[in-house]
């Protein structure tokens, strides 16, 4: 199974893009174990757009543009379920397991997401009841993928 993260706004150099960096490189090179054969983010700046309507909606057109067919979307969102990171690892491993080409995690932009983008999404997924900037969200994110599969592999990092 592919994974993708579809992001919008860049991490420019800095800490959080080297931690971000780090916990990708982890779950690329523990990914093959659990059953990911690939693992690709894919960025796009902000939108400029005067309103928030217009910016979600151009967000939006990047997100269904750069969804491949038969994704598991899993759009992050502030009113999504909180899910505990064993039970986010057993939702990754289901998704491996039920033959899902790919499980692609969707991250909007400052304004969040289109509705048409909630629509199309198998999931929504919130990281907490806090709101969390976007290069943290990002960092946070990748840790709980490697965290998921370090789970599914039994690896010690997780001692939950």
Do not use: C
Request: glycine share 8%; hydrophobic share 40%.
């Amino acid at each position: 199974m592919r994974l993708s993260v579809l992001a919008i706004g860049r991490l420019k150099a800095g800490p959080e893009k080297t931690l971000a960096d780090t916990y990708r490189e982890r779950a690329e090179a523990l990914g093959r174990k659990a059953g990911i054969t690939r693992f690709t983010v894919a960025d796009q700046a902000e939108s400029q757009q005067a309103t928030p309507a217009a910016r979600m909606e151009e967000e939006a057109r990047f997100f269904a543009e750069a969804l491949r067919p038969r994704s598991f979307a899993i759009v992050l969102d502030e009113r999504g379920q909180n899910l505990t990171s064993p039970a986010f690892s057993t939702l990754l491993r289901r998704q491996i397991d039920g033959g899902t080409p790919e499980v692609a995690f969707l991250i909007g932009g400052p304004d969040g997401h289109a509705q048409a983008t909630r629509d199309q999404a198998g999931l929504l997924l919130s990281l907490g009841a806090m709101t969390w900037p976007h290069r943290l969200a990002r960092v946070m994110l990748f840790e709980q993928i490697y965290r998921a599969l370090t789970i599914m592999v039994n690896h010690p990092y997780h001692r939950g």
